[in-house]
Structure formats: structure tokens, C-alpha cells
């Protein structure tokens, strides 16, 4: 399992049917999700958490908005192959976006997401289109360069953005004229989980659509894409723009719901905790990410008392762990025992390992 | 004020412990294709052990330096053993992100552990902390000793590489891992001193570096971008290619940091991408040294 | 009626090595035609060179009467140029059907949609269904190809190639590495191939050849050797020294 890969000329990996393998080692089976159940689950736990935790209601808003986040980033890691660390770049342009509109022009909650949507999507395409042709480390260190020149300009920008100081002031109307955006966060909650559940939809029937299966084929094997007359590139781009939408929806939210824009929204460290949560959940199957969102954030909720070098010490050792023992994250967790609770009489050809 | 001079020394300074540094990360990700981003956590162990020993032990700089590199290598040939051998190949590239992120973390969380969070020194012998004279210039001593150090590092490299046994099986290794491997080239005990050679080297730059690059907690986490940037630049196992990026990005980024300290991050990072765009295998383009 | 496939003059060095020299050939529709030579007479070279996988250092490339030299290998395919892969090439984690609906959205153009579904394409389900039945992978439509035998993975790749729709089609030892049980089954598939098709193959077992080959081409060293029927290159005594004399030599 260890032996090194073969080369191609460009001395990169033959990736071939041999020894492509998903991000994290284990091979995709033929991809399943929960089914139907799914998304109205994520609805139905969402809806029940907001009655049995009413207090906790900041940090579901934040939870539920940041799944949106990983969900993007599970968009081109998980289903098109792409290693990044920079997605946190769409993240913040969308929530400056929601924010400079809102403080300026119109702060309608809908307004916002889809300033927000359109300014994450721009990005990525313009990004996308100039660095996608790269791979491995290269791609990584320039999805960091991106990243870190988009938080510079929000820290430059300060008539607009507030510096590092942040946008503040953000105060979103009603939605739909009606619902305001009380104080104990109500409002924000329900508007997060409808607008990730939304997402979650529309992420599912892109992924189920025939783009959807060509980038599979492309995180697979590109050359195999080229060889039915695909051309990989612009998959990856296109795919990264359309996570580049969620992404900065998922931005714009954070700002309806929080009020605030900080340059941290755009920050590597963002970025890699989103991969880390991704990764924690699961990759590849767009639930995955809203369970490794819940999970790490829950649990960093519960440990933020003790000294933040435990908690990285902890991440640390979880991370390890992860890619020794449980690459497919807690998903293939739950995968596995529910082949196990539904007995050995599936078929041969679909078991995820 | 400094002078472009002073600039020059500086920026030659720190590319050159940005190269003793990034060039075992270099040569790893050359053979073994492992995208170690612990790479930098093992410069700064490297640092601690030294500054400990300086400052605790009392030992003086050399011993200092020289145990410093030899406890880092140590304890970290285990690791090579138990967790990079799982790792390695282009086709892991994720595991080796989260793997080494995780390692990372582990180790800022140990070293905050045992040091605290405060900045650690080394001290410099008496013999380092004058100036030396150029002719009409003088640079301060320890800057000509870290260039001095590069330069050895560079041409030490270049002999081991090109004039040694194991010089000529890494290369070999690279060029062709299976024929390599046919030919009776034991690939593991090579992948071992490759990776014991490449963390030395870090914590040899990690005590040299000290006062460029100050030792504290997040050390590994601040830098692990910059030597990754050389990398990147330099081409992934190019020795050479190592050494121009890390001298250029050295010289940028201190020249950016003192002419126009506002943009400085800006400039780095746009160089960054227009290179790597240009340039997407590195500026050397290959894994010859 | 313009030939399908016109090579002139092919040729690639790399740098002082000169793999393939000056070939030239044409295929019609309807063409049988295998490809032969002892290893290293560049064969498969010769076959990167016209798919666009390399490009070549002199010569041209036609398919049906359009200069395609400069074009890249996604464009050859989309205009009907298909390959076969030596060693079977296909995603792991996709269902055989996948695989099928993929490359006939793909030769569509209809992969760049975001929010349609897949399973109700218009006409994909029947055409997906009609190449799985020629094929006999209707029983394993829904199995995950890692999970294939690989006389059904080589079965896969001619399917996929069809479904493409392709004018010249280049299998590159369609039965190599299927175990004998398996290969009749390919066989009988190479037999039944679109009668106005023209279809290259590159191939090493001679019983395959006589039994496919209407016209054979000889290639050794790079360079085109000779081409004719089955009995021709038989009786042609250059081939039999490029095939014998060699083994001659490593005594």
C-alpha cells in the first residue's frame, strides 16, 4: 500500500484505475447518500434542536452557517478531487458583500445571500480559471496565496470594510417583511437551518446531475475525461465557481445572522478548519459535512474553557487518528453500522469500504 | 534607517535559513511525495532543544546546536516509521494535509506544554555577536554565519548529492522509484536518511534562524506557508531550485517589509501566484538537484 | 469517398531518438486493419501520436478529410477518433451504466447541466440500455466497476467507445490480459462492431489478427514495414526476419 506511485512523464502520479483512490485513501463506491431521508432528518434534527436547546441558539445559528461552509468545501474536495486551502476566500467575499450591501444600499436578508452568492461565485471563477490547471502543492500554495491576498484587500479597504476593525452595523430587515431578527436569535436560527437545508437540496440535485457525474469522473481520472472528450479544466472551474456560490452565501449569512464581518472570515485558518470538520464528517457525501460541522463545533463549544493549546493538541491527535483509522470520518462511521444493522443481503458491488 | 545594503544582508540572511530549512522539505516531497506540513514544527523543536540546552544546561552554542539536531532527528525517525510510511505517494495527498496539520498542532501543543508561550532565545556566542568587516561594510556576525552556513549547506548538499553512494541512489530513487527498487536500492532505509537528513537540516535552521525566525509556540504554524512557498517555487526536489526561492522570497519579503510595510504581505503573495502561474512545477521545473 | 483516417508522414523524435519514422496509412469505412510488430516497434506510440495524446514531430493527420494534427485529444474524440486503452482504463467507483450515460452526455453536450437529472435524459435510458445489451453487461449494469471482472472491464471500454459514436476506432489489445474463459466473449463483440466503422487494432496474438484482420500493417523499428492482406504479410519474408531474426539474436 506504501509502494511509491508510478510517474507519468510530468513525474506526477499514474493515477489510472490502480491507484487513484479518493482523497483520503478509501475508494468511493458507487455513491449512495442517506436517500430521501436525508435532507428532512437534517430538518427535523434542526427543527428539534431549536425547541430543546433554546439557549444555545448562537451557537446552532453559527453551527448551521458554517455547515453551509463545509458543504461547499465537500463540493470540490469530495466530489471533484480539489485540495484547498483557500475556500475561506469566497466565505469572506461573500460576507463582505452582504455586508457592504447592507450597510449601504439594501439590507433585505434575501438581498444580502444573493449579493453574497454572486460575489463568492465571482471569485471563484476568476480564481479558478487562473489556478485549476495546477495540482498537489502548487495548487495548495496558490488556494493560500488567493486567500491571503483577499483578507489584505479587505484589510486595505477600510472605507469599505472597516480594516481590522471589521464591519459592524450589519442589521438585517425582516425576512420576507415579517420575521424580525429578534434578540434571542430566534429568527437568525430558523433562517440559517431553512437557507442550509435550501442548500442542501440544491447541492444534492447538482451532484445527481449529469455535471455532477462528470466531475466525479474528473476527481477520478482526468485523462479518462479527456479520453470521452471531456476537457477536465472546465469542470474543476465551474465546479469551484458553483462552490464558490455556496460558499459566499454561506459568508453572507454569517453576516444576516452575526451583524458583524470580520477579516478572519477570509483567513487560512478558517479555511482549514473547514477542512478539518469536512474531513471529521466525511467527505463526498454532503451530509458528512453537516455532521462534521456539528461535532467539531459542539465539541469545541464544550472544551472552549480550557486553554486554546488543548484544544489544539486534541484536534491534533483527532486529526491522526482520523486519517489512520476512520479516513471516511464519521460518516463511514454510520455507514458501516447501518450495513451491519441491515444485514449482509446488499449488493456486492456497492459496499463503500 | 537601513540601507540597501543592510536590506541586502538581511534578505540574503533569512533566504538562506529559509533554505537550510525548506530544502529537506524539498527533497521529501521529491522522493517520497509527501507534502509534510509538519516540516516547520520540526525546525522549531529543533530551536527549543537548542535554546534549552543553552540556556538550562548551559551547554555552549555548538554543543547546543549539534544536540539539537540530533535529539530533533531522533525523535523523529519514529514518526517516519509509524506515520509518513503510510502516507507517502502523490495519490495521499489529503492524508498528508490532515496527517501533518495534526502532527502539527501536537507538537505546538507539546512544546507550549513543556516552554510556555513565551519567546525563547538562544544566545549567541561571544564570536557571533560582533560585526565583520567587508572592505567598507560591515554585517553583523551572526547574518555572515547563517550565510556562511547556507552556502556550506548548499555546496554540502550538491556533493552529497552528486559525488556519494547514497547521493547517487536518492537521485536514482526519484528519477525511477520501480527500477530503482529493481536494481536492489533498499527504498526504505533511503526513505529513512532522506527523511533524517531533511529534518536535520530544519532544526539546524531552526537554531540558526532564531533570531530572524523567533522561537514561540506557533512557530510552526506562522512559517510552514513560507517554506512551503519555497518549495513551491523552487521545484519539489531541486536542490538548487531550493536555494534560488528561498534567496528570492528571503530578499522580497524583507525588502517589501521595509519599503513599503503596508503592502508587504500583499506583495509577497501576489509573486507567489504570478510565479506558480507561470511556473506551476516550480522555477526549475524538475527533480534533478 | 474520402478515407476516414489519413496518416502522412508521420514522425516523432524526442530530442536525438527517433521513435516513429515517416509512417503513412489510410483507413476507409468498413476497414479491418491490425497493427503489428515485435515490442518496441512503436506501435503504441504511433497510436498516441494520432489520438493527440503526443504531439508528433512531422506529418499530418486526417480523419475524414479534416487535418486534425493540431488538434487536441478531447477534440479528436468529440469528432469521432476513439482509443481503447491497453490496460483497462475506467472509474472504480462508477456503475457500469454510469459509465454509459456519462459518455453519451458527454458526445451530447449535455453535461454542462447543473439541475437536471440524470435518470430521466431524454433517450439516455434506451440507448444506454441497447449498448449494455450488446455488450451482455445487462446484468451488471448497476455493479460498481472495481468491483468487474476484467474480461467485463475490457467488455466496458468497447461499449464506452461505442457509445461515443466514433468513425475510426483504435482498440489497443482489446483481449490482452483477460483470461481465456472471458475472451471469446470480446471476441464475438470486435465481430459484431458497426460494419461502416473503420477499426485499427493493435494486437500480439496472431489467431485474433488472421481471425479480424482484413488488411495487416507491419511496423518494426518505427518505421512501416510493409502492409497487405493476412496471406501477403505472411509470405513477405522482411517480416518474418523482424519477427524471427530478433528472437534468432538472443541466443
Known amino acids: ?353 | 534607517m537601513e540601507t540597501m545594503f543592510g536590506i541586502a544582508v538581511d534578505g540574503v540572511a533569512y533566504g538562506m535559513i529559509l533554505f537550510i530549512i525548506s530544502v529537506g522539505l524539498s527533497v521529501t516531497l521529491g522522493l517520497m511525495r509527501v507534502v509534510n506540513l509538519a516540516h516547520g514544527a520540526f525546525a522549531m523543536v529543533g530551536g527549543y532543544v537548542a535554546s534549552y540546552a543553552a540556556q538550562e544546561a548551559g551547554l555552549p552554542y555548538a554543543a547546543a546546536l549539534v544536540v539539537a539536531v540530533a535529539l530533533t532527528v531522533l525523535a523523529t525517525l519514529p514518526l517516519e516509521r509509524l506515520l509518513y510510511r503510510r502516507i507517502y505517494g502523490s495519490a495521499n495527498e489529503l492524508a498528508q494535509v490532515l496527517l501533518t496539520i495534526g502532527l502539527t498542532f501536537v507538537i505546538v501543543a507539546g512544546i507550549n506544554y513543556l516552554f510556555g508561550p513565551t519567546l525563547k532565545r538562544i544566545p549567541l556566542p561571544e564570536l557571533l555577536t560582533g560585526t565583520v568587516e567587508l572592505g567598507p561594510k560591515a554585517i553583523p556576525a551572526h547574518r555572515a554565519f547563517v550565510i556562511a552556513a547556507g552556502a556550506a549547506t548548499l555546496l554540502g548538499l550538491w556533493w552529497l548529492l552528486e559525488r556519494t553512494d547514497f547521493g547517487i541512489r536518492l537521485r536514482a530513487a526519484v528519477d525511477d522509484p520501480a527500477m530503482a527498487a529493481a536494481l536492489g536500492i533498499r527504498t526504505e532505509r533511503l526513505y529513512l536518511a532522506t527523511f533524517a537528513l531533511g529534518t536535520g537540516l530544519a532544526a539546524l535552521g531552526g537554531v540558526l534562524g532564531a533570531e530572524l525566525l523567533p522561537l514561540e509556540p506557533y512557530y510552526a504554524i506562522r512559517y510552514i506557508v513560507l517554506f512551503l512557498a519555497v518549495v513551491a517555487v523552487g521545484g519539489a526536489g531541486s536542490i538548487f531550485g531550493s536555494a534560488a526561492a528561498a534567496l528570492a522570497l528571503g530578499i522580497v519579503d524583507t525588502a517589501g517589509k521595509y519599503l513599503i510595510p503596508s503592502f508587504g504581505e500583499f506583495f509577497f503573495y501576489a509573486a507567489l501566484i504570478l510565479i506558480l502561474f507561470r511556473w506551476p512545477h516550480g522555477f526549475f521545473k524538475g527533480r534533478t538537484a | ?251
Open chain 1, 1 to 353: 500500500m506504501t509502494s511509491v506511485a508510478e510517474r507519468d512523464e510530468n513525474g506526477d502520479s499514474k493515477g489510472g484505475s490502480m491507484t487513484r483512490r479518493t482523497p483520503l485513501g478509501t475508494p468511493l463506491a458507487a455513491r449512495r447518500d442517506l436517500g430521501w431521508i436525508g435532507i428532512p432528518l437534517v430538518a427535523a434534527v434542526g427543527l428539534a434542536a431549536f425547541w430543546l436547546l433554546p439557549d444555545d441558539l448562537a451557537l446552532l445559528t453559527r453551527i448551521a452557517a458554517s455547515a453551509l461552509f463545509v458543504l461547499s468545501l465537500d463540493l470540490v474536495l469530495g466530489y471533484g478531487g480539489i485540495a484547498t486551502l483557500g475556500q475561506a476566500a469566497m466565505f469572506g467575499t461573500g460576507a463582505y458583500a452582504a455586508g457592504i450591501v447592507a450597510v449601504n444600499w439594501n439590507n433585505d436578508p434575501f438581498v444580502m445571500l444573493a449579493a453574497g452568492g454572486l460575489a463568492g461565485g465571482l471569485i471563484a471563477l476568476a480564481t479558478g480559471a487562473l489556478i485549476l490547471h495546477a495540482r498537489g502543492l502548487t495548487l495548495l500554495m496558490l488556494t493560500i496565496a488567493v486567500g491571503q491576498i483577499v483578507q489584505e484587500v479587505a484589510n486595505k479597504a477600510r472605507d469599505w470594510t472597516g480594516g481590522s476593525d471589521g464591519l459592524s452595523g450589519v442589521d438585517p430587515a425582516p425576512v420576507l417583511g415579517m420575521f424580525r431578527f429578534d434578540m434571542y436569535g430566534r429568527t437568525s436560527y430558523l433562517f440559517a437551518l431553512a437557507v442550509l437545508v435550501v442548500g442542501l437540496l440544491v447541492a444534492r440535485r447538482i451532484v445527481r446531475s449529469p455535471f455532477g457525474l462528470a466531475c466525479r469522473g474528473v476527481s477520478e481520472d482526468p485523462l479518462r475525461i479527456s479520453a470521452i472528450g471531456g476537457s477536465p479544466k472546465s469542470y474543476l472551474v465551474v465546479l469551484y465557481g458553483v462552490a464558490g456560490v455556496f460558499a459566499g452565501v454561506a459568508g453572507a449569512l454569517t453576516a444576516v445572522t452575526s451583524g458583524i464581518v470580520g477579516l478572519d472570515s477570509a483567513g487560512f485558518p478558517w479555511s482549514a478548519e473547514a477542512l478539518v470538520m469536512l474531513v471529521l464528517g466525511g467527505t463526498g457525501r454532503l451530509y458528512g459535512a453537516v455532521i462534521g460541522t456539528a461535532a467539531f463545533m459542539g465539541i469545541h463549544h464544550i472544551l472552549a474553557a480550557s486553554d486554546p493549546f488543548h484544544w489544539m493538541g486534541f484536534i491534533g491527535l483527532f486529526l491522526i487518528g482520523i486519517v489512520l483509522f476512520l479516513p471516511g470520518g464519521i460518516a463511514s462511521g454510520l455507514e458501516r453500522l447501518g450495513g451491519l444493522l441491515r444485514g449482509p443481503s446488499q449488493n456486492n458491488g456497492e459496499d463503500r469500504a
Open chain 3, 1 to 251: 469517398m474520402t478515407a476516414l483516417l489519413e496518416v502522412e508522414g508521420l514522425s516523432k523524435n524526442f530530442g536525438g531518438l527517433q521513435v516513429s519514422s515517416d509512417i503513412s496509412m489510410t483507413l476507409n469505412a468498413g476497414d479491418r486493419c491490425a497493427l503489428i510488430g515485435p515490442n518496441g516497434a512503436g506501435k503504441t506510440t504511433f497510436v498516441n501520436l494520432v489520438t493527440g495524446v503526443i504531439p508528433p514531430s512531422a506529418g499530418t493527420i486526417r480523419l475524414d478529410g479534416r487535418d486534425i494534427t493540431k488538434l487536441s485529444a478531447a477534440e479528436r474524440v468529440r469528432l469521432g477518433l476513439i482509443r481503447s486503452f491497453q490496460v483497462a482504463r475506467l472509474f472504480k467507483s462508477m456503475t457500469v451504466r454510469e459509465h454509459l450515460e456519462l459518455a453519451v452526455l458527454q458526445r451530447d453536450r449535455r453535461t454542462f447541466r447543473l439541475f437536471a437529472n440524470v435518470t430521466k435524459a431524454a433517450g439516455l435510458a434506451d440507448e444506454v440500455a441497447g449498448l449494455l445489451d450488446t455488450m451482455g453487461l445487462t446484468q451488471v449494469a448497476h455493479t460498481a466497476v472495481g468491483s468487474l471482472a476484467y474480461g467485463q472491464q475490457r467488455l466496458l471500454e468497447i461499449a464506452l467507445a461505442l457509445a461515443m459514436k466514433p468513425k475510426v476506432l483504435i482498440l489497443d489489445e482489446p483481449a490482452a490480459g483477460v483470461p481465456h474463459s472471458e475472451s471469446q466473449r470480446i471476441l464475438d463483440a470486435i465481430d459484431r462492431l458497426p460494419k461502416d466503422l473503420a477499426v485499427l487494432m493493435i494486437e500480439h496474438d496472431m489467431d485474433l489478427v488472421f481471425r479480424f484482420a482484413r488488411t495487416i500493417v507491419v511496423l518494426a523499428q518505427g518505421r512501416l514495414l510493409c502492409s497487405g492482406t493476412a496471406k501477403e504479410i505472411v509470405a513477405d519474408p522482411r517480416v518474418r526476419e523482424v519477427y524471427l531474426g530478433s528472437r534468432a539474436d538472443a541466443h
